[in-house]
Structures are given as structure tokens and as C-alpha cells.
């Protein structure tokens, strides 16, 4: 059964960083591609950024480049997201997903991805 475990949410001022974690289980991590999606409330998921596990590029929305680094950790199938220079604009739920159809032209389709975690919330004040 796969799992998805998202932690390192919170609430923040402008400015400031928080780091995400997703831990994955479940799965053979080098297998799939792996990103990481927000919500806010009364707004779509949108794709923050995508890694592909067996290594590659990275991608990032536009609203997050400079701002934000995806990682992972490939020995303890773990996925990061770092987040500098946080906005209140960036508040939501964050959450991590997989996915074996990867395609890095369609890297934010939400519909690509087969597996979700439960998701984290960051809260980030003005």
C-alpha cells in the first residue's frame, strides 16, 4: 500500500522559511517521479515543483522559482521542499504526490499523478 506522509508545515512570517518533508512507502521511490502541489482555499491545486526520483531536471512554477528548492533523499525515500522568502500568497495546503506516468511537459497536471498525501498546511502572515 503506498504512502505518502507529509510534515514540516506551519505558520510563518513574510520572509521566513519553513521546510516540507513527504516520506514515501509503498512504492519503488526510483521508479516514479515525485511533486509537490498547493491549495488554497476557493482555488485549484496548482504544481509548485516535480523531481524526477532516478534524477533529471527540476521544474518549478514560475511563482516559487528563486524562492523554493525541491529535493530528495533517494536512500530514506524522502522528498523535500524547501521554502525561502515566503509570501502570504503561499499560504495553503501543500501536499506531495507520485506519479509512474511523468511526462516533464505536463509536470503540474494534477491528473498525472496516482498517489496523494494527506497534505500540510503552511500559513504564512503579513
Known amino acids: 500500500q503506498v504512502q505518502l506522509v507529509e510534515s514540516g508545515g506551519g505558520s510563518v512570517q513574510a520572509g521566513g522559511s519553513l521546510r516540507l518533508s513527504c516520506a514515501a512507502s509503498g512504492l519503488t521511490y526510483s521508479s516514479y517521479a515525485m511533486g509537490w502541489f498547493r491549495q488554497a482555499p476557493g482555488k485549484e491545486r496548482e504544481g509548485v515543483a516535480a523531481i524526477p526520483t532516478a534524477g533529471g531536471s527540476t521544474y518549478y512554477s514560475d511563482s516559487v522559482k528563486g524562492r523554493f528548492t525541491i529535493s530528495q533523499d533517494n536512500a530514506k525515500n524522502t522528498l523535500y521542499l524547501q521554502m525561502n522568502s515566503l509570501k502570504p500568497e503561499d499560504t495553503a495546503m501543500y501536499y506531495c504526490?507520485?506519479?509512474?506516468?511523468?511526462?516533464?511537459?505536463?509536470?503540474?497536471?494534477?491528473?498525472?499523478?496516482?498517489?496523494w498525501g494527506q497534505g500540510t498546511q503552511v500559513t504564512v502572515s503579513s
Open positions: 504526490a507520485a506519479t509512474f506516468n511523468y511526462c516533464s511537459g505536463s509536470w503540474a497536471n494534477v491528473g498525472r499523478y496516482n498517489y
